[in-house]
């Protein structure tokens, strides 16, 4: 009797627990942050928890800007680093096909679908040339990424994105009197997270 007891509570909990694994789907993280930097800047990042598969990536950081001149047949190349906010929504599609094939997600590594809307306000510029401004701008920006993690805390990213780009104060830069535009995303980044 006590083995019929004992070999019915096992099957119970054995049965309890392949239905628990069974109904548990890969998850984005609740909260991750870290640094990352690109050909062209560094960001500080943030991505927060919406659901499962969507995490709101929240972003500050210095996007730079080389640019070439020439003076007195001399060429120089310059630089301008400008502030930059952005927040994206990301959609990480393929967490569950990751995992189920024993791959890592950690750090919400995976391809995902993203929604880049970053301005960049006239606030201040750093670069070596003087009386530079950029103006105030807006850049919305529908994308396809990966994002992978390389050992513990550091990750990578790359993908493309073509979308919308707005001048508010087109002051400084004309395009045929035309404030609107079209903006390419080469994203390539490498980053850590703490």
Do not use: C
């Not at 002051?171 to 390419?184: G, P």
């Amino acid at each position: 009797m006590k083995i019929h007891l004992l070999l019915l509570v096992f099957s119970l909990g054995t049965i309890a627990a392949t239905a628990q694994n069974k109904s548990q789907h890969a998850s984005v993280e609740q909260s991750i942050s870290g640094v990352q930097t690109g050909i062209l800047g560094i960001w500080f990042h943030n991505e927060a928890k919406l659901s499962n598969s969507i995490a709101l990536r929240s972003e500050i950081g210095l996007d730079a800007g080389i640019f070439g001149r020439s003076i007195k047949n001399d060429f120089n190349v310059d630089y301008v680093f400008a502030p930059v906010l952005t927040v994206e929504p990301r959609w990480y599609y393929n967490l569950d096909k990751r995992l189920s094939k024993g791959k890592s997600i950690k750090n919400n590594s995976g391809n995902f679908i993203g929604l880049k809307i970053s301005f960049n306000p006239d606030l201040f510029v750093i670069s070596n040339v003087d009386y530079v401004s950029v103006p105030n701008q807006l850049f919305i920006i529908p994308k396809w990424a990966i994002k992978r993690v390389i050992g513990k805390h550091f990750t990578y990213e790359a993908g493309i994105g073509l979308g919308y780009h707005h001048i508010f104060d087109n002051q400084y830069f004309r395009v045929e009197n035309d404030d609107e535009t079209i903006a390419l995303d080469l994203h390539l980044r490498i980053g850590y997270t703490f």
